[in-house]
């Protein structure tokens, strides 16, 4: 036999004709069918929950054993350096000795002045058959720098050297300070006298020769580069 609905489909209609159905569960067993599927879905959501749990536990441990282990591999490397460093002290002490050396030698040698080669310098460029007989030196220290002519205009100096050149005969003083304008760190020269003893006696003549900074030797300026 067929049936017919009437009204709304599903549950809410009216089935008219067909076969007739009886519904001869209990109430107690329609709510024990209802209360388990609950108590499933209960124990899914607990695994789930318990799984997420464990996941999370598994990955803070993780972490930590990679902190762990950072940590100890650091510690170990800082060992290391630090036998490397004690095992090396010497070296750094000697290599600290040596800069500390090179430091002090630039200061003292920054204003040192070969005084040999300029003297050297001085008579072979003073007119023929000249001599020097007396030498007086000047000059700054490398903590007190050399005092400046009081004279506006004139020419800077590190240092002075005064020297008496004897001449059997006379020579004009132009063409003694003219050979002195070829030494090296030349600044300016003066002749302060000439002087004779006698009629029979030579000529000495008192020069005074101011150098600047390219008479320095330079020696223990530290190279560039």
């Keep these: 036999m067929s049936a017919v609905t009437v009204g709304t489909g599903g549950k809410g209609g009216l089935t008219i004709g067909g076969m ?3 519904d001869l569960l209990p109430l107690e067993v329609r709510a024990g069918r209802k209360s388990r599927t609950l108590r499933r879905w209960l124990i899914i959501g607990v695994i789930v929950i318990f799984a997420v749990v464990a996941l999370a536990i598994a990955a803070a441990f993780a972490r930590n054993l990679t902190a762990q282990l ?7 490397r800082t ?3 630090t036998k490397d460093e004690a095992e090396f002290a010497d070296v750094f002490a000697v290599k600290q000795l040596i800069s500390t050396g090179q430091e002090a030698q630039h200061v003292v040698g920054a204003s040192e002045i070969d005084w040999q080669a300029q003297l050297a310098s001085i008579v072979a460029n003073l007119p023929a058959n000249s001599a020097i007989s007396t030498v007086a030196i000047e000059q700054g220290t490398p903590m007190a720098q050399y005092a400046q002519a009081p004279i506006p205009m004139q020419n800077p100096r590190i240092a002075t050297i005064s020297f008496t050149v004897d001449n059997p005969g006379y020579v004009p003083s132009a063409d003694m300070l003219d050979g002195m304008t070829r030494v090296v ?3 300016d020269a003066q002749a302060v006298s000439v002087s004779r003893a006698d009629e029979t006696s030579g000529y000495k003549t008192q020069i005074v020769l101011h150098l600047d900074t390219p008479a320095l030797t330079n020696r223990f300026t530290p190279k560039e580069g």
């Design 20 to 22: 007739p159905t009886v």
């Design 70 to 76: 950072s940590y100890a591999v650091a510690q170990e």
């Design 79 to 81: 060992i290391e350096l």
């Design 185 to 187: 760190g030349y600044a």
